[in-house]
């Protein structure tokens, strides 16, 4: 989806038709993983070839990646992404077809690398418990959008000064609502959430987004439409893309657009 402003769609689409309405209230927030997460990265991530100090091919430079956690994480949300190399705060990636050997070279990838290689790409994981229709979040703190879930941390010497010795989390937010039935369609427009997204509908996965400054829509359909709608999102912040403190969680606004015709779907496709 191209980076729309929501000032944009805002000064657009309030109209008879089409209504756009605050959605920054009545979030429930857990700090930490679902029981079944990983805590750090999708679950199905591994890399069981060491290729520490190997001369590897077929690479490109992820300018963004400066810490070896924020190179292999990143790489496991990358469905394109098979090897991972980081030193001196650069990190190198490759698909399928890089290959590493146990020789040294004059290219770019230093020799006091770090770094791993997979052989096959899983699903994401879609079992998380915290995701489920009819989780009880009683007990979730009640928080409003924007939300930084990293500010309030402890602050630890050991934690990269980069992030402002803060550690960085995995969160979940949960919100359950309605849509009048006048509305035919419908969808969620984030402006912004850092970083890894994984959004539940009901208890579906529903999509994902990887950048943590680009905005993003999630449309709803109109057997969605029907009844409440739980919606679950999984924010995962222990990764960055940045030498400067990045935060966690819904930390811009968020929106619901509905619509009383197929609008919001043709709006999600175009950007």
């Not at 920054?24 to 100090?53: E, H, I, M, R, Y």
């Not at 690398?113 to 703190?141: C, H, L, N």
């Not at 630890?156 to 960085?168: A, C, V």
């Not at 890894?196 to 509908?201: A, G, P, T």
Request: with cysteine; aromatic share 14%.
């Amino acid at each position: 989806m191209k980076a729309v402003s929501a000032v944009f769609l805002l000064a657009t689409y309030v109209g008879a038709e089409r209504v756009i309405v605050p959605f920054g209230n009545g979030w429930k927030f857990k700090l930490g993983d679902d029981p079944k997460g990983s805590g750090a990265g999708p679950n199905q991530c591994d890399f069981p070839v060491n290729v520490t100090g190997m001369t590897c091919t077929g690479m490109e430079t992820d300018p963004n990646r400066f810490l070896e956690d924020d190179c292999r994480i990143s790489c496991c949300y990358d469905p394109n992404c098979y090897v991972w190399q980081q030193a001196n705060r650069r990190c190198f990636q490759g698909g399928k077809n890089a290959t590493c050997t146990n020789t040294t070279s004059n290219g770019p990838i230093p020799t006091n690398s770090v770094g791993g290689m997979r052989t096959k790409i899983e699903p994401y994981q879609t079992d998380y418990s915290f995701a489920k229709q009819a989780f009880d979040d009683s007990d979730w703190e009640t928080i409003s959008v924007p939300h930084d879930f990293m500010i309030n941390g402890t602050f630890t010497n050991s934690i990269d000064i980069y992030h402002g010795f803060l550690p960085r989390m995995v969160g979940w937010y949960r919100k359950t609502f309605t849509v009048p039935s006048t509305f035919k369609s419908a969808l969620l427009f984030f402006e912004g959430a850092h970083h890894f997204k994984e959004i539940f509908i009901n208890g579906d996965l529903h999509s994902t987004h990887e950048c943590g400054y680009t905005p993003f829509a999630v449309s709803l359909s109109p057997s969605q439409l029907s009844g409440k709608i739980e919606l679950a999102i999984r924010i995962d912040a222990t990764y960055g893309s940045g030498h400067w403190y990045e935060g966690g969680g819904l930390y811009r606004a968020v929106y619901l657009h509905m619509f009383e015709s197929d609008d919001g779907f043709r709006l999600n496709e175009m950007g």
